[in-house]
């Protein structure tokens, strides 16, 4: 299998991402594990060969056992943190995700088996812009309550001042 699109580079890393914007019935689909109290989106690295879509569509397909179909890009998103665990622990990264709108069926009700880099289960769970839990992108809580047209591009910068 392919290495994900992670690079060391300096003190930090740099990742290339996707990530899934799953709507159904005014809320949007996204995921926590055993370990973080905070959600994110369904979605994950890009696999080295891959195209942002064929990742969408895999990630959405390991995470919640559906393939969808895209629907269209709705934002790129670059943002600098630091990693909070493993080799990235207080390393700085700077990540460029590209986050997809999916159809979601009628039928659509996600089975998550999937497991984070540090082998914590993950679970699905449905949120809308009104939920106190913290959810990343953090965006998301606004952009997401009147969706436009187009592609945005958001930069988020949580570096510290050295």
Request: net charge negative; with cysteine.
């Amino acid at each position: 299998m392919a290495s994900d699109c992670t690079v060391a580079i300096d003190n930090g890393f740099i990742n290339l991402r996707v990530g899934a914007i799953i709507r159904k019935n005014g809320k949007f689909l996204m995921v926590g594990n055993q370990k973080d109290d905070y959600l994110y989106s369904v979605g994950g690295r890009i696999k080295f060969g891959e195209t942002a879509e064929e990742a969408i569509v895999r990630e959405v397909y390991e995470e919640t056992g559906r393939k969808l179909e895209i629907d269209r890009l709705g934002f790129i998103h670059e943002n600098f943190f630091y990693g909070d665990y493993g080799r990235a622990n207080d390393k700085l990264i700077y990540e460029v995700s590209y986050f997809f709108y999916m159809k979601t069926p009628e039928d659509f009700e996600p089975v998550c088996e999937s497991f984070t880099d540090d082998k914590s289960k993950e679970n699905l769970i449905w949120v809308d812009d009104k939920s106190e839990i913290t959810y990343f992108p953090e965006f998301f809580r606004e952009e997401l309550k009147n969706p436009v047209d187009g592609v945005k591009h958001i930069v988020t910068d949580n570096r510290k001042n050295d």
